[in-house]
Antibody, heavy 115, light 107 residues
Framework: EVQLVESGGGLIQPGGSLRLSCAAS????????ITWVRQAPGKGLEWVSV???????YYADSVKGRFTISRDNSKNTLFLQINSLRVEDTAVYYC?????????WGQGTLVTVSS | DIQMTQSPSSLSASVGDRVTITCRAS??????LAWFQQKPGKAPKSLIY???SLQSGVPSKFSGSGSGTDFTLTISSLQPEDFATYYC?????????FGPGTKVDIK
């Protein structure tokens, strides 16, 4: 069964850093494209980033230069490093495998940026 | 950036109704369009990719159509479990962008 599980969210002060994890099972992260999507409280979905098996990674303008994707293939896990956090980064962060016949979403992890 | 709009922003419908949601892209995106369903407090669920292809396990009452700039999601016979918010998203060019969502609730 294909499954994605996010972790690493929490309460963080503005300017702080956080690393979110997206652990995959049932498929190999290194050979897949993985998308990050976030949703601020009471708001719609916002695309954050996509990373491809070849290593190419793209980011939304709102996070470019502050967010970085990395992988640990031995753990079949993707990471989203979030730096210089802003109040407006407060959201549930989802990782997902999309645009295929068998998409999968994680359950999300909440990041709250507040002093 | 490609802007995605959806109409209506919300609608009230009855069980058994046929429902159509429209999604429009600010420029042509070929068929790089996906539809998602989200219920309160839950992760989104993928319904359709490539504008018309149904995700594995998604019932055939859901269908997608369109190409270029204009797309539709149709639910042929609305059931209680279909009351949710629906989002379209283009993945033709970066940054990928979502529509603002269409909330479907019970009349």
């Amino acid at each position: 069964e294909v499954q994605l599980v996010e972790s690493g969210g929490g309460l963080i002060q503005p300017g702080g850093s956080l690393r979110l994890s997206c652990a995959a099972s049932g498929f190999t992260v290194s050979s897949s494209s993985i998308t990050w999507v976030r949703q601020a409280p009471g708001k719609g979905l916002e695309w954050v980033s996509v990373t491809y098996s070849g290593g190419n990674t793209y980011y939304a303008d709102s996070v470019k230069g502050r967010f970085t994707i990395s992988r640990d293939n031995s753990k079949n896990t993707l990471f989203l490093q979030i730096n210089s956090l802003r109040v407006e980064d407060t959201a549930v962060y989802y990782c997902a495998r999309l645009y295929s016949p068998a998409d999968s979403w994680g359950q999300g992890t909440l990041v709250t940026v507040s002093s | 950036d490609i802007q995605m709009t959806q109409s209506p922003s919300s609608l009230s419908a009855s069980v058994g109704d046929r429902v159509t949601i429209t999604c429009r892209a600010s420029q042509g995106i070929s068929n790089y369009l996906a539809w998602f369903q989200q219920k309160p407090g839950k992760a989104p669920k993928s319904l359709i990719y490539a504008a018309t292809s149904l995700q594995s396990g998604v019932p055939s009452k859901f269908s997608g159509s369109g190409s270029g700039t204009d797309f539709t999601l149709t639910i042929s016979s609305l059931q209680p479990e279909d009351f949710a918010t629906y989002y379209c998203q283009q993945y033709n060019s970066y940054p990928f962008t979502f529509g603002p969502g269409t909330k479907v609730d019970i009349k």
